[in-house]
């Protein structure tokens, strides 16, 4: 049985889980989307309604807790003012090393190995 990082609640998980769908559907191992499409996704896909500050809440936790970086992107606009863009979003090592431990215990599973 896989049992996956206790720390890890159910709403971060559908949020990571989305951030690593974007990054996978572009082949990198970033991405940046909007705070609005994040939730949607996590609606979308996980069956999970958030607010902005409960999905900001949960992003920290992620970022606190070693999965993620947040980056938040902007510039001058012509008029010198700050110009925010979607933030980026880079995965830490934990979340590869967590997704090859899944996958070696896969694998074992399927061929029968302990």
């Known amino acids: 049985m896989i049992r996956f990082d206790s720390n890890l609640r159910s709403r971060p998980m559908v949020l990571l ?6 990054a996978k559907k572009y ?7 909007s705070q609005e499409r994040l939730r949607e996704l996590a609606g979308e896909f996980g069956g ?13 936790f992620l970022e606190d807790d070693g999965w ?3 980056i938040r992107r902007h510039h001058k606009g012509t008029d010198g003012k700050i110009l925010f863009a979607c933030t980026l ?4 090592a934990k979340v590869f090393n967590t997704l090859s431990e899944i996958l070696t215990r896969l694998n074992a599973q399927n ?3 302990q």
């Not at 889980?17 to 974007?22: A, F």
């Open 68 to 70: 993620i970086e947040r």
């Open 111 to 113: 061929t029968g190995v």
């Open 27 to 33: 082949d990198k191992k970033y991405c940046f989307v």
């Open 17 to 22: 889980s989305s951030l690593l769908g974007i």
């Open 89 to 92: 979003y880079k995965f830490k």
């Open 48 to 60: 999970i309604w958030m607010s902005n500050r409960t999905l900001n809440r949960d992003l920290r």
